[in-house]
């Protein structure tokens, strides 16, 4: 069973940056597609970057040239570098496979953006 880990979270000003890490235990992973998630207070959880297994990235429009989203294939580990943040990015990140999201949802990690 696939387990994700995410790390990286915290509080920023606006216009900061931070780099998020999943590590995915589990196989399969250099030929899964991931992406990252988010989901902000009251609001549904949305998709916000994805990455396929070899290596073209899709972004949402709200973080276009804001975000990166890279992997590691053997760490296993999906990165999301979130530059020039802004106080509406603030939202529990998850990452999962994709499309589907059909694994077990981690705990996220919390990021802030302070205006």
């Known amino acids: 069973q696939v387990r994700l880990v995410e790390s990286g979270g915290g509080l920023v000003r606006a216009g900061g940056s931070l780099r998020l890490s999943c590590v995915y235990s589990?196989?399969?992973?250099?030929?899964?597609?991931m992406a990252w998630h988010r989901q902000a207070p009251g609001k549904q959880r949305e998709r916000v970057a994805t990455i396929t297994s070899g290596g073209s990235t899709n972004y949402a429009d709200s973080v276009k040239g804001r975000f990166t989203i890279s992997r590691d294939n053997a760490k296993k580990t999906v990165y999301l570098q979130m530059n020039s943040l802004r106080p509406e990015d603030t939202a529990v990140y998850y990452c999962?496979?994709?499309?589907?999201?059909?694994?077990?949802w981690g705990r996220g990690t919390q990021v802030t953006v302070s205006s």
């Open positions: 589990g196989n399969f992973f250099s030929i899964s597609s």
């Open positions: 999962n496979n994709s499309p589907g999201a059909t694994f077990v």
